[in-house]
């Protein structure tokens, strides 16, 4: 199985970055906790973060990959390459220019989600966050051209197989944020030091991941370089599938970043989901990021060869591997948030209540996890057949959902409902695209299917029942020591793993030929 093995590639790279993005952001939590700076630097961050997500590796890799994968597949490496060149100078050109905009017009333009910083004034400090997060966000955008070329190189990477350095590089970017904290945190520097330098440090981390897959792709033999931008025929088509697929790439960011700017109306909140949105970012990153990223140009390749039969297994077993890592993840981000949270975060500047209240909006994201990590699998399925139009639509219906119902949830039972609402709205979108796949015949789920989701459900139960059961007699060996808390998380994650695996093979929801099987090499 090369989807599964392309998989567990780009996964357990992701892992190491998960991994190492959980360091940075326990030492963010205990050196910025929650508060004025962190507000101001999470909004910062997330402005060129969620337009990379959504622009560049979103809605560019929607269209651009199905696009080069044709070239590549019918005219041959030259026209491949050639038509790369076009679309690198046509991206460079938009985003450029949108960097631009944003530098110039940022005072003002940050409001797009920040509008309550401005009433939250220290009074102690006398600082401004929303002020602080204008700079903030000002040294961050540069990031953005960075990585929508990074993007693009790593598209080309993964259309030709190569996805360990695309999968490694965003690596970089813990590594120079963790250096900073370090270097800045321990030798006693106040928080607006730490985030001015953070925010510089992700700027360079973005030159460094380009720099790194430019080299990989002229190591593979792609030669492309800059060229005149010009409105040639695949640019237009390029345009063509890549504005619709801004939305419909980018659903789950646009739901979190609406979030993000009704949370600001409420002091901390945006940090308070800032650090709940981290932490189910590490199985929805592992999983879902790293199958969509194989699934794409693998089903492309088929379809592309006339395999529409092969398209639909391959989307049964990625639904199939989806659900079978993720429902147990979202089983227990539901059942032990505090404890999650209070292992890795609650010492220095994050404190037990900082934890209660990331604890409420974590349990709600759960909820909608699998649905995220699903819309990481459908969308390809319509990507690859150059469709970009259908998930723009339902995109645009959950995000109306979202906002409304988000308004509404933070208005009346407070910041935790607009985690809520993310997540209604990620399932109302992935129910809406599985109808519309089983309408047109491209996706039929099959027996194997069908039997092995609600085995995995069970599974899920039964481990999380023994969580709920172990972890409160845990709990009474954290004191806020790094030491113990790693270890007591490390038995509950071990002990969650094991009861889940035996419970998902003595119900059968896999089976060991699966391992077998993809192991072996095949095409």
């Known amino acids: 199985m090369r989807l599964l093995r392309s998989t567990a590639i780009i996964g357990s790279l992701t892992l190491v970055s998960r991994i190492l993005g959980l360091v940075r952001d326990m030492l963010i939590a205990t050196f910025?906790?929650?508060?004025?700076?962190?507000?101001?630097?999470?909004?910062?961050?997330?402005?060129?973060?969620?337009?990379?997500?959504m622009f560049a590796e979103g809605a560019f890799n929607a269209a651009f990959i199905p696009l080069y994968a044709r070239r590549l597949e019918e005219e041959g490496e030259v026209s491949a390459d050639t038509f790369a060149k076009e679309a690198m100078s046509a991206l460079l050109v938009v985003v450029a220019f949108l960097v631009i905009?944003?530098?110039v017009t940022m005072p003002w333009s940050l409001s797009i989600i920040g509008f309550g910083l401005d009433k939250a004034v220290d009074h102690n400090t006398g600082i401004s966050p929303y002020y602080l997060a204008v700079v903030y966000a000002q040294i961050t955008m540069p990031y953005l051209v960075f990585m929508s070329l990074t993007a693009l190189y790593s598209g080309i990477l993964n259309t030709r197989n190569h996805f360990a350095l695309a999968a490694a590089v965003p690596i970089v970017l813990n590594l120079f944020m963790i250096i900073t904290l370090f270097t800045l945190g321990f030798s006693g520097y106040n928080q607006k030091t730490i985030g001015y330098f953070l925010t510089i440090a992700i700027t360079l981390s973005g030159f460094v991941q380009m720099s790194l897959v430019i080299w990989g792709c002229r190591k593979a033999g792609v030669k492309i370089g800059l060229k005149r931008p010009q409105i040639t025929p695949g640019v237009k088509r390029l345009f063509f599938l890549g504005i619709p697929g801004l939305l419909a790439a980018g659903i789950t960011q646009l739901n979190l970043l609406v979030?993000?700017?009704?949370?600001?109306?409420?002091?901390?909140?945006?940090?308070?989901?800032?650090?709940?949105?981290?932490?189910?970012?590490?199985?929805?990153?592992?999983?879902?990021?790293?199958?969509?990223?194989?699934l794409l140009p693998t089903l492309t390749r088929r379809l592309r060869s006339g395999d529409e039969g092969g398209a639909k297994v391959t989307l049964n077993r990625a639904v199939e591997i989806a659900a079978f890592f993720?429902?147990?993840?979202a089983f227990a981000l539901g059942t032990i948030p505090n404890f999650l949270l209070g292992a890795l975060f609650e010492r220095g500047a994050f404190t037990a209540y900082t934890?209660?209240?990331?604890?409420?909006?974590l349990e709600m994201f759960a909820y909608g996890l699998p649905a995220f990590v699903?819309?990481?699998?459908?969308?390809?399925?319509?990507?690859?057949?150059?469709?970009?139009?259908?998930?723009?639509i339902f995109a645009a219906i959950s995000a109306v959902i979202n906002v409304t119902l988000g308004l509404y949830l933070f208005i009346n039972i407070g910041f935790q409902g607009l985690a809520l609402a993310t997540s209604v709205a990620g399932w109302v979108n992935v129910i809406a695209l599985t109808l519309i796949l089983r309408k047109n015949g491209h996706f039929t789920p099959d027996n194997r299917l069908l039997t092995r989701v609600p085995r995995i459900i069970i599974a899920s139960a039964i481990m999380s029942l023994a969580l709920s059961f172990v972890t409160p007699f845990v709990e009474q060996i954290l004191y806020g020591n790094l030491i113990s808390d790693m270890l007591s998380l490390l038995f509950v994650c071990f002990l969650g793993l094991l009861v889940y695996s035996l419970s998902a093979a003595l119900l059968r929801a896999f089976d060991l030929s699966d391992i077998r099987d993809a192991l072996k090499r095949s095409t």
């Open 32 to 53: 910025l906790g929650a508060g004025v700076i962190s507000d101001a630097f999470f909004t910062a961050f997330k402005l060129p973060n969620v337009f990379r997500k």
């Open 101 to 103: 905009a944003f530098e």
């Open 259 to 294: 979030s993000h700017a009704i949370a600001t109306m409420e002091k901390s909140a945006a940090s308070w989901l800032t650090y709940a949105d981290r932490l189910y970012q590490l199985p929805l990153g592992i999983i879902g990021i790293a199958m969509g990223v194989a």
């Open 326 to 329: 993720t429902i147990p993840a």
């Open 355 to 361: 934890t209660n209240q990331v604890s409420m909006a």
């Open 374 to 392: 699903l819309l990481k699998v459908l969308t390809p399925a319509f990507f690859a057949r150059e469709n970009t139009k259908t998930p723009m």
